[in-house]
């Protein structure tokens, strides 16, 4: 018997593969639809000028895509759409949104211009740095000071002496004096209790401390962690020194001022010849005219007196004369201020009165002048300070309470950057290591004399 066909179970089969094959074609469809890419362009501008902008980021909001503008401003970004929605940010500028649609190659580039965004910061004080306090004690006060290679020598008294003699009128006197010495930290190494009251703290040509007592004066050296103290006469005070400012090697130097003489000499001493040189005069014309101008009205038998002096002394009468009336007695009187400073190896005489630097070699020899107009400030303290471990040479101003300091440069004679010292009415200012040294007591404190120290600029 012959089979028989039976149609409806292979049409049957036939539909589900062709469901199959269709459902396979569509997903196939689907798939290369999903992987589709598209490239965003843009580029980053500030719209004050249109200038690119640096490092901003773009950042797509719907997924996790992040890109940086170039130094041209431009940026590419690959997204699964043709429209994106980007979020662009950079510093300084508010943040902007922008919807940004692109097509498989094309080169556009959408321009994005930012606005800048004000930038407020918080109230901020800004203050010069605090005096340092280097010396301050509850019990006494600061007299003098001097600093060198050993460190900060203090001078310290319990009370002033208000009488004294008659020769040391106009002077302080400081009874209970102590000289401490202070280290680099300023902390307390050394110090000892001198024999009697002391007038002031100064210094030898080569930066030693002398104390100046009421007869004479002390000498004092440091070593192995003791002070020695050696006492001088106060003719030898005087005449050994005094007179002598500083030193070059197997040269002193020194001067022969004198407040009672309008002028002085600036002299070396060499030490192996024993031979004294002048080094330059200096001499204020004006009070000098004055000075031997009294010769004229002494009555006759002083000017024989003068005469008779001026043969003993080898001088001359009129010079004789002004000693003797007493010109340096008047109110109006100022004796030459022209002191001299070594700055690397260059002999520097400040002359105020004409208005120069005289610079001279370690052999005394004149090098040039330097015009100087500083003195012609009305300000001007009429006191000059040098840095001996910079060699720099300040000029001191002040105005009412406040003082500042201005470096002068020796070549040119210019003014450098002032420094105002923060406490008003600072005394005894010095400088050493580019920083100010200076004495104050807030006025009606019970605070002692306290030594301070501030950077300069």
Known sequence: ???????????????????????????????????????????????????????????????????????????????????????????????????????????????????????????????????????????????????????????????????????????????????????????????????????????????????????????????????????????????????????????????????????FDHVGYDAATKEQRTICTVTDEHWMAIFRSGYKYMSGRNKVIAMDLALEHGTDPEIIAGFMVGWDQDIRYRPPYAPLFVVRDTLCVFDHHLERIRRFDRELVPIDEVPITYQRDTDWDRNLVQDRRSGIVYSKFSKGARTWLRPIDPSTGALGTPTPLTHPWPQDVQVHGSHAYYVYRPYESLQKRTLYREQLR
């Open 1 to 263: 018997m012959p089979y028989a066909i039976r149609t409806p179970k292979v049409s049957y089969f036939v539909e589900r593969m062709r469901t199959a094959i269709l459902a396979l074609v569509l997903s196939t469809g689907m798939l290369n639809s999903a992987c589709a890419q598209y490239v965003i362009r843009g580029q980053v501008l500030d719209e004050r000028g249109d200038l690119p902008l640096v490092g901003a980021h773009i950042r797509l909001l719907k997924g996790d895509a992040i890109v940086y503008s170039d130094e041209q401003g431009r940026f590419d970004m690959i997204v699964a759409t043709a429209r994106a929605v980007v979020k662009i940010t950079h510093v300084g500028f508010h943040e902007t949104s922008r919807t940004l649609a692109a097509s498989p190659g094309t080169e556009e580039r959408t321009i994005i211009r930012m606005q800048v965004k004000p930038v407020e910061l918080p109230v901020t004080e800004i203050r010069a740095p605090a005096p340092e306090v280097v010396f301050e004690r509850k019990d006494l006060h600061v007299g003098d000071y001097l600093v060198n290679d050993d460190g900060l020598w203090v001078l310290v008294y319990g009370t002033r002496r208000l009488l004294h003699r008659q020769a040391l009128a106009g002077q302080t006197v400081w009874q209970d004096a102590r000289l401490h010495l202070l280290d680099t930290q300023f902390v307390e190494s050394v110090s000892t209790r001198l024999p009697s009251s002391a007038c002031t703290l100064t210094r030898d040509h080569a930066l030693r401390p002398v104390v100046k007592g009421e007869r004479g004066a002390w000498l004092i050296d440091h070593q192995a962690g003791t002070i020695g103290i050696g006492w001088i006469a106060d003719s030898t005070y005087q005449k050994a020194v005094i007179p002598w400012t500083d030193s070059l090697p197997g040269l002193l130097i020194g001067n022969t001022w004198s407040y009672a003489y309008p002028s």
